[in-house]
């Protein structure tokens, strides 16, 4: 097959597959196997002028329906998502490389979001103070914002998306999506689920492209609010960017999240959860562990108890049916980034406990894969400590106090998320109101909120006051219109008054 014969991601505009205009296209591989297996669109100037006024019609159709039909619509779509998830979860494999069993936690944890979205109603149901003054009432509308852009990264391309559009269609927006340029596909899966749950044609469009779509959106005073999701360069210049045209912007970055271990945790439980949360998904989590804080004596333990366990680990093309523990990196750029922060650590007098540098995976010689890797004794000025690496490399920082670990955590630019392992309830106690991160573990490595509580972290994190989903994200999606009524009791009478409106 040549390069011509492969399938080109279109865009999704007015309710089905739009053929791209203007000719640019990127490669979309296969991580496992290293071979471009289709291309994806990138939109041009025509291309987002026709997504958004799709949008912009879907809008018009979709925030005059009913609850009850809006409900009904999100219903149909948690239910064929769920019994459909399985073609989804391929895909992502596919594109992404991450292994079909956390594929599959991706999606789950996208479709809890659907699930509270379903509960939208009580959520938008604004409020109402009878006889606020004499013979006046004062109430509370939700509406929707109007046509609403959602930008996101490659590491998740169905759980992030799904962190916004439940909820922001369940309110009666318009959603323009544009995925990562790197596996693109899911995003045509989802779009196809909701027209067949039943959503009006431009309610949901996938704009598909690089800086050009991404521009676009910033750019159209149709776009209302954008949600963008990726690393944090990027998320201060869609923050500044979208501010300064006017919308709703909450845009979350990268991490470097830590791990606290006290000396009286339990190593095993440790060792188990920083390998989880360190080497899962190949380490390209915002949520991923990339350095564990060790107070000393722990070090030497813990560091056996890891190295022992990441011997074992088996790395491999994620859709064998004998599923490796861990996958491929997203591109052979990456890969040469993620083995580049090795060579720093090593230059900057950290320990090569395990490398992961020029790993390869038999019969799979051209796929991205790079082993997981563990450092010990990194310098906490290296740039491998202070800069966010997003691959399967774990860090050893040793200190020799619960107070040298909180600092830190607290001096670094993150403050995604962060997790302590300790049995003393007072410790954890203290360190949940201490440190200056998002969100929190407590024996828990990959702290990511439940659906009805919200996502975001702190600092460099997330830029703009709204976190996803949860309460945050019924408020993000939603604004408040405040009426103030008076029907005249025609026993009264009104008469003139110039003064200040006051209370009686
Ligand atoms: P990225 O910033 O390269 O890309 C994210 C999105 O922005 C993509 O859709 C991309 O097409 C677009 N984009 C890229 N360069 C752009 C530019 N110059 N101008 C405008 N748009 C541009 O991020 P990525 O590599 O896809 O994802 C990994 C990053 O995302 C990591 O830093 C990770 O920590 C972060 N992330 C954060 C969270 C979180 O919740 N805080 C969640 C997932 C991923």
């Known amino acids: 097959m040549t390069d011509h014969d492969l399938p080109v991601i279109a865009h999704w505009i007015d309710g089905a597959e739009s053929a791209p205009t203007g000719g640019r296209t990127a490669p979309v ?31 018009a159709e979709w925030s005059g329906s009913s609850i009850a039909k809006r409900q009904s ?7 064929l998502l769920n019994a459909r998830k399985g073609e989804l979860a391929e895909i992502l494999t596919a594109e992404h490389g991450k ?4 594929a599959m936690g991706e999606i789950a944890r996208g479709q809890e979001v659907v699930e509270l979205a379903t509960g939208f109603p009580h959520l938008i149901k604004g409020a109402y103070s009878e006889n606020a003054s004499s013979g006046v009432d004062v109430y509370s509308l939700k509406q929707p914002l109007g046509v609403v852009g959602i930008i996101s990264p490659f590491n998740f391309p169905a759980m992030v998306p799904m962190w916004f559009f439940p909820i922001a269609l369940a309110a009666g927006n318009a959603v323009v999506l ?20 039943g959503l009006p044609a431009g309610a949901f469009t996938v704009l598909q492209g690089d800086k050009v779509a991404v521009d676009g959106l910033l750019e159209a005073p149709e776009v209302q609010s954008i949600s963008f999701v990726g690393s944090t360069p990027i998320a201060q210049y869609i923050y500044e960017t ?5 919308k709703r912007v909450q845009a979350l970055g990268g991490a470097k999240n830590h791990m606290l271990v006290l000396p009286d945790a339990d190593l095993d439980l440790v060792a188990d959860s920083a390998v989880n949360a ?14 564990v804080l060790a107070v000393e004596p722990v070090a030497d333990e813990l560091i056996a108890k890891v190295t022992e366990r990441i011997t074992k680990l088996r790395i491999g093309n994620g859709a064998d049916a004998d599923e490796p523990d861990m996958g491929p990196l997203i591109s052979g750029a990456h890969r040469e980034k993620v083995a580049s922060y090795v060579d720093i650590a090593e230059a900057d007098g950290a320990t090569i406990v395990v490398d992961g540098r020029g790993f390869s995976v038999d019969g799979h010689e051209e796929g991205f894969f790079f082993g997981p890797t563990l450092l010990d004794e990194v310098p906490t000025t290296s740039r491998a400590y202070t800069e966010e690496i997003f691959g399967p490399v774990l860090s050893v920082v040793r200190v020799n106090t619960y107070e040298e670990g909180l600092a830190l955590i607290n001096g670094g630019e993150f403050g995604n998320g962060t997790a302590i392992f300790t049995n003393d309830g007072g410790a954890a106690r203290r360190f949940q109101h201490e440190v200056q991160v998002g969100m929190i573990g407590i024996n828990v490595p990959i702290p ?5 509580h919200s996502f975001g972290g ?16 019924f408020d993000f999606f939603t604004r408040e219109k405040a009426v103030t009524s008076r029907w005249l009791d025609p026993a009264t009478h009104g008469g003139i008054n110039l003064g200040f409106p006051q209370n009686s």
């Open 448 to 452: 990511v909120p439940v659906a009805y």
């Open 242 to 246: 979208a501010s300064k045209n006017g």
């Open 73 to 79: 619509v999100l219903f149909a779509f948690r239910e």
């Open 99 to 102: 292994v079909l069993s956390d």
């Open 278 to 291: 360190g080497f899962g998904a190949a380490g390209e989590r915002c949520m991923a562990i990339s350095v």
């Open 29 to 59: 591989y296969n991580p496992a196997t290293g071979a471009v297996q289709a291309h994806v669109a990138l939109a041009g100037e025509a291309d987002i002028q026709a997504a958004i006024a799709s949008a912009s019609r879907g809008f």
């Open 458 to 473: 702190w600092k460099k994190s997330l830029f703009g006051d709204a976190k996803a989903y949860g309460v945050h994200g």
């Open 178 to 197: 544009k995925p990562s340029e790197k596996d693109p596909s899911a995003s045509l899966w989802l779009a196809r689920l909701w027209k067949e749950a």
